[in-house]
């Protein structure tokens, strides 16, 4: 079973430009969670969805970042336009609906670096 | 609302001693709680679960851990450390609902001396 991808695994980009991150998710898994972390800090939830729906959107930072999950399978994460403070590890997860497992599978996560 | 406290962001142990990553949590309501490590370059690999069954832990690698509503803690052991323990561990905690957002601890980075 293919685990949780991401891409691209690192992005170098100016401030002001913008940057799609990309989440495959373990297939059949309905939700699907962005988390970043930025450097010396912990890790934190951005987003949750349940299929295409936008079950959770607490953490967002800002209107500059934008997540869609069109068709309830990948979901993209846009910046635009990116600023400093946006550098870090994006981290996607997805998991089950199922309260067996509770479990969420991560991705190896994207590096963002904004310069 | 949750919140996760991590004591010590970075723990050096010798080959073969006992490994023990502190963490402690707040939850307004019964706590799922996690221990996940992530090796360089890879993605978070989720250690053990806690989900309100026994409250000692055991999980993958030798590592285990105890759940102490009292003391509000989720303490990582491990009796003997071997050099690839070395990477960062990351407590976390989900309340109430089944599959809601984690909640991270700072991260540990455990060293191992040979």
């Known amino acids: 079973e293919a685990g949780v991808t991401q891409f691209p695994s690192h992005s170098v980009i100016e401030k002001g430009q913008t940057v799609t991150l990309r989440c495959d998710p373990i297939?059949?898994?309905?939700?699907l969670y962005w988390y970043r972390r930025v450097m010396g800090k912990e890790i934190k939830f951005l987003l949750h969805f349940v299929k295409e729906s936008k079950q959770d959107e607490s953490g967002m930072p800002n209107n500059r970042f934008l997540a869609e999950r069109t068709g309830g399978t990948y979901s993209t994460l846009k910046v635009q336009p990116a600023e400093l403070e946006d550098s870090g590890v994006y981290f996607c997860?997805?998991?089950?609906?199922?309260?067996?497992?509770?479990?969420?599978?991560f991705g190896p996560g994207t590096r963002l670096t904004v310069t | 609302a949750q919140s996760v406290t991590q004591l010590g962001s970075h723990v050096s142990v010798s080959e073969g001693a006992l490994v023990l990553l502190r963490c402690n949590y707040s939850s307004s309501v019964p706590p799922y709680l996690f221990w996940y490590v992530q090796y360089p370059n890879q993605g978070l690999q989720l250690l053990l679960k806690?989900?309100?069954?026994?409250?000692l832990v055991k999980g993958i690698n030798g590592f285990e851990a105890e759940f102490k509503k009292s003391e509000t803690s989720f303490h990582l052991t491990k009796p003997s450390a071997h050099m690839s323990d070395a990477a960062e561990y990351f407590c976390a905690v989900r309340g109430g609902t089944s599959y809601g957002k984690l909640t991270f601890g700072q991260g540990t980075i455990l060293t191992v001396h040979p």
């Open positions: 806690y989900t309100s069954a026994a409250t």
């Open positions: 297939s059949g898994h309905d939700n």
């Open positions: 997860a997805s998991s089950q609906i199922d309260t067996r497992t509770y479990e969420q599978y």
